[in-house]
């Protein structure tokens, strides 16, 4: 009976490792397959894409002189700075891509801001029977190109790393309104535009994840050293999709 039992455990035993062996096999041919499979899968070369653009502006202390009219005649004047704007921008971009190799490829690109508008602050002076109001709008467009480097982690995650260059066009508008005190009705205003046209460099770095062979998430920061005027330098963060073909 002990004889019995042990050459049927030594039949299992030598049959379960058999099995296991194969399933190792069967597991490790698989993998490999499916390997070669990915690596010989064709590149799609062209993409289109969009992003969200989250701007972060840093101002100069640039002022902007407006007459006042909070007095009459406008013999005051109310000095505003560029960095009274908020310093927050929003806008969105739309690209069209190109990779001809694995590890490089090239994206243009145009954006455009969605338009920020707010209430700087408040003025009034005793004894006047009007109150002011500060208000401005920031708006912005940019196009230009840039090359984008891939570097896979794995199968589906890469980094990328961008440089390029860029065209700007800044457009703002600084208004000062007087408004009576007693019936908030609107007396005069007066205003201040200033625009800039600026041609940057910019960096950015970030993810992308291959949720299949041909739809892909992006996210993003770049950074963007105006040197203008008004403006001085534009941190983004970006959130966006691309569609390769």
Known sequence: MKKLILIVGT????????????????????FVAEYNQRQTRPLKKFSIGADYVMGKLDFTDKSIDIANPLY???????????????????SMNVNLGFRPWKYIGIELFYQQALSSKGVVGQEHYAG????????????YKAYGIDAVFFLPLNERLELIATAG??????????????YQVSSAAFVKGNSADFGED????????????????????????????????????????????????
């Open 11 to 30: 039949f299992l035993t030598a049959l379960s490792h058999e099995a296991a062996a194969d399933y190792n096999y069967y597991n490790h041919e698989q």
């Open 72 to 90: 009459l005649p406008d013999e005051e004047i109310y000095t505003a700075r560029a960095s009274n704007f908020d310093d927050s921008l929003d």
């Open 128 to 139: 006047r029977d009007r109150f002011g109001l500060t208000e401005y709008e920031l708006d």
């Open 165 to 178: 260059y860029a065209q700007y066009s800044f457009d703002a508008n600084f208004d000062i309104n007087a």
């Open 198 to 245: 600026i041609g940057a460099f910019r960096a950015g770095v970030g993810l992308q994840f291959q949720l299949t062979n041909r739809l892909a998430f992006r996210a993003m920061y770049r950074y963007v050293p105006l040197g203008g005027e008004y403006i001085d330098i534009l941190n983004e963060f970006t959130i966006g999709v691309r569609y390769s073909f």
